[in-house]
């Protein structure tokens, strides 16, 4: 590879820019014309869901590898390049991180206090988010990474809700503990690898000793696992998700923690095939103990964001477990359930949140009966539910039985233990839309309207998406394979 | 897409299986609120649907081959899953019953749920159901059945929680999604293995595996088994059983169509549909036969002690089923086909009239109804009884039929064991069902005559104004006495049928029946046919006796025996030994220990971090006072005690 590479328009760079240009543009509105400032970060993130979208079905996925690369060597004495390409693995990514600002951006249209603040901060977290899944430098990795953890602490402290300072801060200290693993550990590795590139690919071609990649792999699998919510480093999630306001809740579970099992993937198991061999049961393990446990502590909950919160432990130990097992169908299985998984909490927050807009309660057994009262509103829910149940023709559930299949593959005893989590994740679902939405109608809350039209949209798109790749998996698993087989080729 | 056009069948096919969904998707998004409209669309989706399936039936009985249509729906790795119509004699037939049975429940409905608030969503999951049965039915790889099959318990969960407001209804939806789901993922499980092991999940692939000799026995019993546990749940089979009878806080049209006739049928229906996959492992089959009678036995013993209406036929949806299965599990392949049919209609059909009964006296006991003068509604109370002679098992109706059949099949096996659980299955069925008929005729103390009178009044009041509601209601519960009364007599025609295209299905059920045919049965053909009418007779005789002659203490010989009535009326206790095990071992075991365990110990543990930090900088602050004495003094001392260090 030369050290300039550009095959005309900069597509990704445009992606990363609609994000960038979008909080500059806020900034420069007056704080107190709100309207303006929500119709100018849904234009940019329109822009950013157009660009996107061209991008996926211009994608050749007969064809595979890094497509539509972008290099251009910017420090020479280190090694950093401005290196953006797409393949399987990020555009799924890419693709959840537009629905999900999309959306959550239409979301928060009824927000009045502080609206330039959030919505500034909001970008800057997604431009972070789109840094991290378009670059494949490590330098530049790290940085977008670390931009897009900063903005969750101001966004969960000042618009936040249940215990929102613990929540913001405890947040904070666990990823930046994470960041204090990623960072030595690409340091090693540009060490290693020569001190001359930080280039993922050519560090990947360089290879390192099998002692080097056990130290790499676990630091990095640690640092990005606790964004991951991998157990037993998970009890920030849910406390996070308490916290946050709603289109935060829906970044920060949709998009923010597939960061974690993206990084794991993208970074890790690169750079260190054997390391990950070495360390795969451990992390199995981990995996297999996520999704019973996180399920288990579902059921004792009262509050319906920690039941989703615990229900993303659970799901997000799914993608763990599928990417643990080194398979083409694993590691297909997690791609695909980071992106079902990631559209369906979206869909999940979103739902509460107008639910906890309209009640100021969260609380189940406040709650109760809401089906009556808001119907629509009600059958987002369960709608999201019954994908977090693995329904059929919904996308989670091709994700996991492709996971499940290499899972018993390759670790009878531990796929075999997770997929008792399947029988407690259904009981705890259905356990909370009985409580909250079934039952004779609450009184207190008769008078609050339902969903108005405007909006249903965004809940309506995500429900969509869920049902189409569900539908038609396919559309998604050729992406996601056409990175992944010669990946698994190259262990 | 060609293919389709080109094939009447497959497109006669893809249109039937469709429109369904098609009716449930805008019946939710556009007609939520225009309940005529709603019921309309469903209505004319489901009579298509039948006469699709009609015609399909017609096709594949004149046709000497099966229909197949293949398309590859995803692919990873090496897992390739294809979707597509896989229409055998079997499929075809089964696709009949639920589309007929489906069609009849939906007009019906259309008087039974006639001014309910939740009409439109009620027509709506209807729709769901229906798209998805069918679906399951000519599904042709067991992935996609298994797809579906998930997909009807989502229906099923749905119909049973219809009136959510009711806590009950809504625990016992609940209740039947999660126990489906137990059993459901050992079939998950055995479709996983299938994948690994096997690796071709085509259903007529799967059946001509065993005789291939590619896989090991050891593995087809593991796999079978498996696959089993799904039946066990959907088909509430012992120990998840249940569910069903629970299952009967839906509205009773649900009830006839999903939790007798077709639905609960289906785990029967996939054991037959890949027969002879389970046939080549008489270890899992032994299994199955002992389950299935273990269920007929404990379902009928449940049946004779409960009072309400709907809980009866859910027992006896229970204990049939399980007889379907002991036929199946002997080698009957037919016989349990054949009673799979019959008692969809008798079954639906009992459904129906309870309904009737239980829409007019708004109570689902037997006995405030036949007081209340429920003998004097005549067309359901003659109907019901056809239903019950037909599932006592008395000629000349359908059910003696397949009962004789499936007592023939289990008088092949080697043990006489099974044959006399059959028979005594028989004679409780008999016994159980006509103590409701009888308490329904002849009421305890006679007709209220006040209430009767009332009733009277109300019912020819309503028949004036919802005449054709009460019709719509009516001809179904007629359609479905008629075909009771006739199905039987196509017992050879239908055996042709089913049996024709079957080679591997032929070959496996003479394997699975060959321990008793060298000794030629327990008993002679025709002393079966006595005793299996015999033990019919004898069971309507003794409620005849207990509950219908003049004089009867109608109480039951088991009232004398309060344990026994005790242990029959709370289930053999299974519903207790579920809720304790669910609350010690995972609400106030597991559960409790791990919240604790996140909150105490991970959460503590990292506060406590956090406070011994924040601590420790306090204690530390004092050092930056800023005095300049102090620290003056501070390194005097380190000073001194350094040089003191030095010199000793």
Redesign the interface.
Known sequence: MTSMEMAGFPILTAILMSTVLGLFSILLIPPERTKLVKQVSMFWATVGLILTLWLYFNFDHNKGGLQFVERVLWVKSLGIYWFHGVDGINMPMLLLTAVVLFTGVWTMWELEYRAKEFFALMFLLVAGVYGMFLSMDLFWMFVWYDVSLFPMYPLISIWGGTRKEYGAM?LT??LLAGSALILPAIIYAWVQGGAVTFDLFELQRIGFSLYDQKILFVMLYLGFGILAAVW?FH?WSPVGHVAAPTAVSMIHAGVLMKLGAYGILRIGMTLCPQGLGYWSDLMALLACIGIV?GA??G??QTDLKYVIGYSSVSHMGIVGLGLATM???GI??AVFQMFAHGVMTALFFSSVGYIYDKTHTKVIPELG?M??TMPIASAFFIIAA?AGIG???MAS??AE??V??AA??VFPVGG?FA??G???S??FM??VV?RT?????NEKFAHLPDVSPFLAVPRIILIGVILFFGFF??VM?DVI?SAV?PFVGSF | MDAIFKDPVLLATVIGTSLPFLSMAVILCLTRHNPMLSSRISVTAIVVAAICALFNLAKVASASHAFRFDTAWMSSGNIHLTFGYYLDPLSALMLTIVAVVACLVQIYSLGYMSGDPGYSRYYAFMSLFAWAMMNMVIASTLIQLFIFWELVGLASYMLIGFYYEKFSASQAGKKAFVMTRVGDVGFFLGIIILTLGFGNLGIPDLNSAPGTGTLTTGFITMAAMLIFCGVVGKSAQFPLITWLPDAMEGPTPVSALLHSATMVAAGVYVFSRIFPFFAASPDAMLVALAIGTVTMLLASTMAMTTYDLKQVWAYSTVSQLGMMVMSLAAGGYFAGVFHLTTHAGFKALLFLCSGIFIHEFHTNDMRVIGKQGGRRQIIPMICITVGALALSGVPPFSGFFSKEAILAALNAQASPIWLFAGLFGAFLTAYYSFRLIFYLLFPKGGIEEKHAVHEMDSHGHKEEHHGGLFWAMAVPVMILACVTVVLGFTEHSLQGYIMAGGGAVKHASTQAAAGGEAHGGVVGHQLLVILGISAGLLGIILAWFEFGRKGASRNGFLSYFPPVWKLFDARWYMDAFFRWFLDTAIYSGLTNIFTRNDRRIIDGGIDGICFFTEAGGRIFSFMQSGMLQYNLLIMVLVAGLAMLFCLV
């Not at chain 1, 939405?437 to 109608?441: I, L, S, T, V």
């Open positions: 405890k200290l666990y037993p009890t446990y288990l502590v059921l004792a398979t083409v169908s297909n299985g009966g089906s009556k019954l329904v059929p023709l559930f091709w039985l492709l499940f299949i018993v593959q075999i997929l008792v399947l029988i407690i259904a009981l259905l356990r009985q939405f079934y039952g004779e109608k998996p396919k698993l394979q087989i």
